[in-house]
């Protein structure tokens, strides 16, 4: 069985199968769901009548007015006797049955309620309906789209990457037809419940959180992320409308300090070795401190070091800013940065140029364009975040024949098969095509190709006045006469 089998959420896992890593999770699972299957179905069969009993129509209110002894009490810890229980799944319905009970429910309408929450709520809603009808299944109608696609274009008004997802319509069911099934409807379960539980408290959780609140049940964190992406689909929101977010990686450091929604005031500069890209939605605004650069960097150590050697206020090129989305950025990383691209001074809209200084090797290019022009798995979210003023600084070939060859030898390394098969499968994309908006990535990655060559940030450090001095130098030219002073602030 193929890994990403069970990485799409729509797709039903064979349970008879002994394999390792999230499918492995299915085996004990398999037990625990076959074991507890009669016993969720006499649940279910018995809330109906308690339901048709109540006399009250209103799904949600006749939940919340169970029993105790049928569902567990407000407030109770999730069970954690077995990760597809019908103890959890009950758990579940306590949770939101209570939390649903909200003003706009009884009767007091509120035109500003979330439509997220309102969304949320009306399916749990429907699994009231389910038992008041004497029906045996419950159901979510759900939208999954593929991560790939071929038909994969280039918005030229934003420079980011569209594609036309293959949305495919899908049910998960309990009990459903297989134990797969019953465990993906458990999971969505406990997902909806913790989205509407942030939504409820206006608070911002990450995928991570997620995760562990429930690890015996999700099993592999690519689970958790996937489930996210389709309740995103299926209620056609931005996965941040959902208040949850990947755990930040990016780290950041420079002339600037913004202010927090909750009024909090953070400055760039004092954290030596930087500090954690925040999100942009909880900032209130952002101050450029005589900013004349920014440079986005690939890799940690490199970062760190000149985070730590106060490149960014001692460089002759002026006042900078300092960011690393560690390798490929997150989410967080490329919004934070699409954020500073729009900040413009006001007497003239000048915004603070952007540089890259990546590896001269294909990830490198491809780290660049992820910037640029977003990635194809978030091609939803690419407008939105993509940083089309972004500018490549370097390593570049030139840049290979510009030093001692004999010392830089030692920093070049031949291209792997894998880079090689990512530089030609680069090569086809619309963004490296001849006609295309990345005519010089082309022409980078060709080179690497025919001298089958790349080399690493490091090989700069070994040079004449070490990285700092070259960095300087290229800013300088590529900055040209120095801008007016002063200080941005943004709203």
């Given at each position: ?22 499918a492995g999770d299915l085996q004990p699972l398999a037990e625990d769901t076959a074991l507890n299957s009669d016993l969720m ?226 400055h760039g500069s004092l954290a030596e070795e930087g500090m954690l890209v925040p999100n942009v939605q909880e900032i209130q ?207």
């Amino acid at each position: 069985m193929d890994i990403g089998d069970v990485e799409r959420f729509g797709t039903d896992p064979d349970p008879g199968r002994t394999t390792t890593g999230i499918a492995g999770d299915l085996q004990p699972l398999a037990e625990d769901t076959a074991l507890n299957s009669d016993l969720m179905q006499e649940k279910l069969t018995n809330d109906q009548h308690l339901l048709q009993r109540s006399g009250n129509s209103h799904g949600s209110a006749a939940a919340h007015n169970l029993p105790s002894q049928r569902l567990p009490p407000e407030g109770a810890p999730v069970p954690t006797s077995g990760p597809s229980g019908p103890e959890t799944l009950m758990w579940t319905f306590r949770t939101l049955s209570v939390a649903s009970a909200t003003p706009h429910q009884q009767g007091e309408k509120n035109s500003t309620i979330n439509p997220v929450i309102l969304k949320i709520e009306s399916i749990f809603e429907s699994f009231c309906d389910v038992m008041l009808e004497d029906r045996q299944e419950l159901t979510v109608p759900m939208k999954t789209t593929s991560r790939a696609s071929n038909n994969q274009t280039l918005d030229a008004e934003t420079g980011a990457i569209r594609s036309d997802p293959t949305i495919q319509a899908i049910d998960v069911c309990f009990p459903g037809k297989s134990v797969g099934e019953a465990w993906r409807f458990t999971v969505l379960v406990r997902i909806l419940e913790l989205i509407h539980e942030a939504l409820m408290h206006n608070v911002t959780t990450t995928k991570r959180d997620i995760y562990y609140k429930d690890p015996s049940l999700f099993g592999d964190q690519r689970v958790v992320d996937r489930c996210v992406d389709d309740i995103a689909c299926t209620f056609d929101v931005q996965r941040s409308s959902l208040n949850v977010v990947a755990a930040a990686k990016g780290l950041m450091v420079g002339c600037f300090k913004f202010g927090g929604k909750d009024g909090t005031v953070i400055h760039g500069s004092l954290a030596e070795e930087g500090m954690l890209v925040p999100n942009v939605q909880e900032i209130q605004w952002i101050r450029l401190i005589d900013v004349k650069w920014i440079l986005v960097i690939e890799k940690e150590a490199t970062f760190r070091t000149l985070a730590v050697n106060g490149f960014y206020k001692t460089s002759a090129a002026g006042n900078g800013i300092l960011l690393t989305g560690k390798g490929y950025p997150d989410i967080l990383t490329r919004a934070f940065l699409r954020r500073l691209s729009t900040i413009t001074l006001q007497s003239n809209q000048v915004r603070t140029p952007i540089f890259a200084l990546l590896d001269f090797d294909p990830y490198g290019v491809a780290i660049l364009s992820t910037y640029k022009h977003g990635s194809i798995n978030l091609a939803h979210e690419n407008a939105h975040i993509n940083v089309p003023s972004i500018r490549w600084l370097g390593l570049k070939s030139a840049d290979l024949c510009a030093g001692d060859s004999a010392q830089d030898e030692q920093c070049l390394l031949g291209l792997t098969a894998k880079d090689r098969r990512l530089a030609v499968k680069m090569l086809g994309r619309p963004i490296f095509a001849e006609d295309g908006p990345g005519k010089e990535w082309r022409r980078e990655l060709q080179v690497m190709l025919m001298l089958n060559m790349k080399a690493e940030i490091q090989l700069l450090s070994g040079r004449e006045g070490g990285l700092e001095n070259w960095l300087e130098k290229k800013l300088l030219t590529e900055l040209g006469p120095g801008p007016i002073k002063s200080d941005i602030v943004a709203g």
